[in-house]
Nanobody, 121 residues
Framework: VQLQASGGGLVQAGDTLILTCAAS????????MNWYRQRPGQSRELVAT???????LYDHAVKDRFTISRDHAKNAASLRMNDLKPEDTAVYYC????????????????WGQGTLVTVSS
């Protein structure tokens, strides 16, 4: 199982970006899907979560600006980021929990490689 994240880039304040993360491999099921970010000089922090039942949770700093969603058929998650601010500049990582592999019949957590989002003022 591998996660591939994409969609980062350089944008101006107020712009919108959409990050996507797709899991490849023979997968039976996936638990929660998360987006984390690591801002310069800071530790990694949880930004948003979407559960198997599509319930979502957000960090207070992004609530009302970011929207997380999942595509169950494609084993993918997206993070739509509206009204971006310079303080949103970070490397964004996707994390899928309890990914049940058809090959190993075990459930593990996986991380994507990170995608850089830079917001200029």
């Amino acid at each position: 199982v591998q996660l591939q994240a994409s969609g980062g880039g350089l944008v101006q304040a107020g712009d919108t970006l959409i990050l996507t993360c797709a899991a490849s491999g023979r997968i039976i099921s996936i638990g929660a899907m998360n987006w984390y970010r690591q801002r310069p000089g800071q530790s990694r922090e949880l930004v948003a979560t979407v559960y198997q039942n599509d319930k979502t949770l957000y960090d207070h700093a992004v609530k009302d600006r970011f929207t997380i969603s999942r595509d169950h058929a494609k084993n993918a998650a997206s993070l739509r980021m509206n009204d971006l601010k310079p303080e949103d500049t970070a490397v964004y990582y996707c994390n899928f929990e309890s990914v049940l592999s058809l090959v190993t019949m075990t459930a593990n957590d996986y991380w994507g490689q990170g995608t850089l989002v830079t917001v200029s003022s």
